[in-house]
């Protein structure tokens, strides 16, 4: 099960909005004789690809997989019948897919079949491999990372509000890499009128994620790299309705504008909305008003931060999270699974909201 869950993470940024899948065939003898991992969306599954490697050697073997075969027609075939055919005896699986299409089905078809089914080995693992999965099935908004690069001191640009580049190249291409496997990277208006960011992915991943602005007011610069290349990666821009007007030109170009009825625009609305195009997973990218209110509205799943070893100073200098904050330490976020790790000069924290 734990190779089977190595393969299944191969799928990152390639499967999504389907769950990553892996999978391990043994023979009657207990010798592995395939394996497989859902490799794209709206291709073969893993344990298509498992049963095709072992062939008749499946039979009356076992079959490891890390979530619940499928058991309805989707962009493929059920694997349950895929296992069927194969003829294996026992069927071990990590956790069972919540999907409401799945959702105990598949384990019902194999056991009405009298195949020997065991559910739950290294369960924990497979929930915090698919967390983003199982996030936007459960809440219908996609798992949210926030991620900055700061000071020794604690600032994210100078008082003059200079950024570049706080982070060194090996931090920077971390942060490539984590963008290239997601579906979208939010930033607010300050940071496209003071950086005039073009939040592309530099070298190109597996997926090319949208450029998500929020803009209550609707003011933003008549020219911007953003706006400028709107036509060749996707650039939205949430408003409110009694400011729609002000983006005409923006929408001209080839930005998509969402307008809010709301007075403001919240990011639990912003993510709503995400969800129903069934982002998975976002990046919120901007400056300390954007990620003071992912904190302020407790919206942030997983951190990614970089700590630069350099001291700038300065009252007026920015700090990474504005908005309100909480009053006693005693409410203070205490991150879980937090790691450390060297990138160039820089350091690498890393952690979650809550345990996984």
Known sequence: MRHALTLA????GFVEPNPMVGAVVLDASGQMVGEGWHQKFGGPHAEVFALAAAGDRAHGGTLVVTLEPCCHHGKTPPCTDAVLKAGVARVVVAMADPFPKVAGGGLSILRNAGKEIHVGLLESDALALNAPYLKLIRTGRPWVHAKWAMTLDGKIAT?????????GEESRRRVHELRGRLDAIIVGRGTVVADDPLLTVRPPGPRTPARVVISASGELPERSQLRSTAREVPVVVYTTSANARRLDGWVADGVEVVALREETVTLDAVLADLGRR?????LIEGGAGILGSAFDERVVDEFHVFIA????????AAPPLGGTGVAKMAEALALQ????????????????????
């Open 278 to 282: 069934r982002f998975t997973s976002v």
């Open 309 to 316: 070893p350099k001291v700038i100073g300065g009252t007026e």
């Open 337 to 356: 699974g937090v790691t450390f790790a060297q990138s160039g000069a820089d350091v690498y924290v890393h952690g979650f909201a809550r345990g996984m």
């Open 9 to 12: 993470a191969r799928g990152r």
């Open 159 to 167: 008082r003059t509000g200079d950024s570049k580049w706080i982070s």
